[in-house]
T-cell receptor, first 118, second 113 residues
């Protein structure tokens, strides 16, 4: 069964360093997402991406964040200068083509990357 | 403002007992509604979803949920809980047609023998 994969599973970095989190969405999906979950808290939407553009982003997704689909298979989240409060689990998700209401295609989540900022 | 509320931070039930997890949302129209489960250290697994039609939806692992428009609720139920159901449960909504899913704070389920 196709699945979303994420690498690495755990990333440790120093405050101020840049990190890139990688995701391989399900191959025929067109919509891609990043969410984060600070330990013990709820899952928070960061950004959605379609047709090489950001579709929606939250207030969390400020200028230090960026997303990219550098090739036909990967979807990345870059954090330019990490802060302690960026420590969280980051989930990638993907979904297929959006259809008329009632035929919504669900988002499939990856296993997450745990980012620890020291 | 749009919001999803799960009023119970944690719930403890005995194995074999019934379960109901509450979820209320605040949106102008009927959004897409979801329940996800997260086991410790794991990703999110979709239990069930509601888009339209029959307000009682069946999901995986014996779970069901009922959409009540008048109460803006989408409560998750299971008639008989198993120890393996112990996990965190998240209610989620999407009113953007698939571009943004908003999660509730989650309810942690403990199952006692």
């Amino acid at each position: 069964e196709p699945e979303v994969t994420q690498t690495p599973s755990h990333q440790v970095t120093q405050m101020g360093q840049e990190v890139i989190l990688r995701c391989v969405p399900i191959s025929n999906h067109l919509y891609f997402y990043w969410y984060r979950q600070i330990l013990g808290q709820k899952v928070e939407f960061l950004v959605s991406f379609y047709n090489n553009e950001i579709s929606e982003k939250s207030e969390i997704f400020d200028d230090q964040f960026s997303v990219e689909r550098p090739d036909g298979s990967n979807f990345t989240l870059k954090i330019r200068s990490t802060k302690l409060e960026d420590s969280a689990m980051y989930f990638c998700a993907s979904s297929g083509a959006l259809l008329p209401r009632g035929l919504y295609n669900e988002q499939f989540f990856g296993p997450g990357t745990r980012l620890t900022v020291l | 403002a749009q919001s999803v509320t799960q009023p119970d931070i944690h719930i403890t039930v005995s194995e074999g007992a019934s379960l109901e997890l509450r979820c209320n949302y605040s949106y102008g129209a009927t959004p897409y509604l979801f329940w996800y489960v997260q086991s410790p250290g794991q990703g999110l697994q979709l239990l069930l979803k509601y888009f339209s039609g029959d307000t009682l939806v069946q999901g995986i692992k014996g779970f069901e949920a009922e959409f009540k428009r008048s109460q803006s609720s989408f409560n998750l139920r299971k008639p008989s809980v198993h120890w393996s159901d112990a996990a965190e449960y998240f209610c989620a909504v999407d009113d953007t047609g698939g571009f943004k899913t908003i999660f509730g704070a989650g309810t942690r389920l403990f199952v006692k023998a």
